[in-house]
């Protein structure tokens, strides 16, 4: 029974059913039983896939370190703009595709974890509200200097970026980043966040470094956002500044809270499910958020945590109970 | 024109702007010093009194009256509108800590936002002229009567609210209320009653926002509350949230750095430059020029 539970085995376990799910979803696609249809959906997974990594990050400071980015979006764009000119400025230097996609991966990621220190450094101290309000402001400034830049198209559409993100190379980024995100979560940073968002006098007292923790958090947050904003350039291959307005900020916050504050399997299955959702029915397009807002407004009215709440999916947990349940039945004849 | 008419030009113009802006964050002051939470939704009570004054002031063209008498119906709209966003939305997550009533009243903000869109189309709708007031020179600058209206509207309603709440019996169960709701309870302070009022007090000055906003840029949209809102917002955080004389010089504060940035120094970054002061502002004073300092305890 307790094998099940052995570290090897669960990395084992999840890394086949990892596997079998990009098997069968890379089947389906190849297949051809979704005809003409088959890039729209997976152009929809894709988009799911840099969607869950950016919601996933939020969830790290909205659900384990219980403060707010309004302007996650920011981040995003950061990231999405930076990794752009990297790539642009690397293109027809006979990097092969793959090594410059990473790259561009890294220079957003990293490009957004600088801004995440230098945003959170001096504004972590702030809690509640007004670093809620401070992160909106941030974003508001982030978007108003790449309308003003001309190296980022001068408040025009930055058009041109080379296509580097398709769905199997996206779908391992995603896998690996949430990955990490969940390492982060369970190990003793991240017990130490939780810990800070129980109560952090609390935790000041039991000699934690309140502020470094955060910043770190809210650095690691913004490094992943970074790298879901570098995919979703080199997907969408044209940008405006304008499209990371705090209205998508809300709705990555949206997604999050819906999905479960404190369950990254929430953030995961949400952000999956409520990015393809609207592409899916594109005749309610207009409702969309109406919608979204509603569901908010019952989510926090009956089950404030989520629908996931902190509940994480183990697959490793439910083998183990299936097997327990055999030889429960074999027992008993 | 000259440097001066420019100067004086510009002043006249940011006074405008943060008058408009001061009304706006009164109405958030008020609410955030009862039951501290960050009303996301009073910027979209404008934009339903914006809509309001588009929908009647013809109707009162029609019937002989004068256009400014649209304000009445946008300022019962809007109460109508608040009241029942606090009774349905906010109430029911009072106690609940305030990420869920942030996230409540972003939620509701979405939700006006989204139901106007469905309701009155994405199109920008242009509000008739409101007021037809002469505007008057002064070195060389031209001050539209208006802009006074708007400034003097503002610094009387401001005194009236600083009057009712330091004065009128109702004011002051408003100021026991956020100060300990379980000793104002036992003294006969009836709290739900007494935010719902609160509620309806600010949601009404949106309704005199929307008109002075209406009768500058006479023009509504969907979105316009959310920015505006925003940048109200900041006002209020500005001068010191909570505290009513704050929200007028905060308001006054933003209005003229929007402007002044605009015209001197570089016109498309205002919006950066204010909300950088915002940030400034928050590290170094987070209670806001005139807002006390409340340090946790444990």
């Known amino acids: 029974m307790g094998k099940f539970k052995d570290k090897r085995w669960a990395y084992l376990i999840n890394f086949i059913a990892v596997c079998v799910l990009f098997i069968s979803l890379t089947a389906v696609f190849n297949s051809g039983s979704l005809g003409t249809r088959s890039t729209y959906i997976k152009g929809i997974a894709t988009t799911a896939c840099y969607t869950i990594i950016v919601v996933a990050s939020l969830n790290l400071l909205t659900g384990f370190m219980g403060e707010f980015s309004l302007g996650h979006a920011g981040f995003m764009s950061v990231g999405a703009y930076s990794s752009a000119i990297v790539t642009n400025a690397l293109i027809g230097k006979g990097i092969p595709n793959l090594l410059l996609f990473i790259i561009a991966l890294l220079v957003g990621g990293l490009a957004a974890a600088v801004t995440g220190v230098i945003v959170g450094a001096p504004t972590l101290r702030l809690r509640g509200d007004y670093l809620a309000i401070v992160t909106i402001a941030f974003a508001e400034i982030v978007r108003v200097t790449f309308c003003n830049l001309?190296?980022?198209?001068?408040?025009?559409?930055m058009s041109g970026i080379t296509k580097l993100s398709d769905f199997s190379s996206c779908f391992w980024v995603m896998v690996i980043c949430v990955t990490c995100m969940y390492m982060y979560v369970r190990s003793r940073f991240g017990r130490t966040i939780v810990a800070i968002r129980e109560d952090y006098i609390a935790a000041a007292a039991s000699g934690i470094n309140v502020t470094f923790y955060k910043v770190l958090t809210f650095t690691i947050s913004a490094f992943f956002a970074g790298i879901g904003g570098a995919m979703y350039a080199h997907y969408m291959t044209a940008m405006i500044p304008t499209n990371f307005n705090f209205n998508y900020s809300a709705e990555l916050l949206t997604e999050v809270i819906i999905g479960g504050t404190g369950s990254l399997t929430g953030s995961v299955i949400g952000a999956a499910f409520l990015s393809s959702l609207p592409e899916l029915m594109r005749q309610f397009a207009d409702y969309r958020m109406l919608v979204y807002s509603v569901v908010l407004l019952f989510v926090m009215i009956f089950k404030p945590s989520g629908i996931f709440g902190t509940y994480e999916f183990s697959l490793t947990g439910v083998v183990s109970k299936l097997f327990r349940k055999i030889k429960l039945g074999r027992a008993s004849q | 024109m000259s440097s001066t008419a420019l100067f004086v030009q510009s002043l006249v113009n940011g006074l405008n702007q943060g008058a408009i802006y001061a009304l706006i964050a009164l109405g958030y002051t008020m609410v955030y010093g009862i039951i501290r939470m960050i009303n996301f939704a009073h910027g979209d009570f404008i934009m339903v009194g914006s809509y309001t004054l588009f929908y009647t002031i013809p109707l009162m063209i029609n019937a002989g009256m004068p256009a400014w008498m649209a304000v009445l119906a946008a300022v019962v709209v809007c109460t109508v509108v608040g009241v029942v966003v606090e009774v349905v939305a906010y109430r029911p997550v009072r106690g609940a800590g305030s990420m869920t009533a942030l996230i409540t009243a972003l939620a509701m903000s979405l939700f006006l936002e989204n139901l106007a869109m469905i309701l009155f189309g994405a199109n920008p709708k242009s509000v008739p002229s409101i007021f037809n007031l002469p505007s008057v020179k002064i070195f060389g600058a031209r001050l539209q009567l208006n802009y006074v209206l708007t400034l003097g509207i503002g610094i009387v309603i401001m005194i009236a609210l600083?009057?009712?709440?330091?004065?009128?019996?109702?004011?002051?169960?408003?100021?026991?209320?956020?100060?300990?709701?379980?000793?104002?309870?036992?003294?006969?302070?009836?709290?739900?009653?007494?935010?719902?009022?609160?509620?309806?007090?600010?949601?009404?000055?949106?309704?005199?926002?929307?008109?002075?906003?209406?009768?500058?840029?006479?023009?509504?949209?969907?979105?316009?509350?959310?920015?505006?809102?925003?940048?109200?917002?900041?006002?209020?955080?500005?001068?010191?949230?909570?505290?009513?004389?704050?929200?007028?010089?905060?308001?006054?504060?933003?209005?003229?750095?929007?402007?002044?940035?605009?015209?001197?120094?570089?016109?498309?970054?205002?919006?950066?430059?204010t909300y950088s002061v915002l940030i400034i502002v928050l590290i170094v004073k987070p209670s806001g020029i005139l807002g006390k300092n409340i340090s946790e305890k444990v």
């Open chain 1, 150 to 157: 001309q190296i980022t198209g001068g408040g025009r559409t």
């Open chain 2, 162 to 273: 600083q009057l009712f709440v330091k004065n009128a019996k109702l004011g002051k169960a408003m100021r026991a209320t956020p100060q300990d709701k379980q000793a104002a309870t036992l003294m006969g302070i009836n709290v739900n009653h007494i935010i719902t009022i609160t509620f309806a007090i600010g949601s009404a000055l949106a309704g005199v926002a929307a008109l002075m906003y209406c009768s500058t840029y006479p023009r509504c949209t969907t979105d316009m509350g959310s920015m505006m809102g925003l940048k109200a917002f900041i006002a209020a955080v500005l001068g010191g949230i909570g505290s009513i004389p704050g929200a007028m010089i905060g308001g006054l504060i933003v209005g003229l750095i929007e402007i002044f940035v605009k015209v001197y120094i570089a016109p498309g970054w205002y919006e950066a430059i």
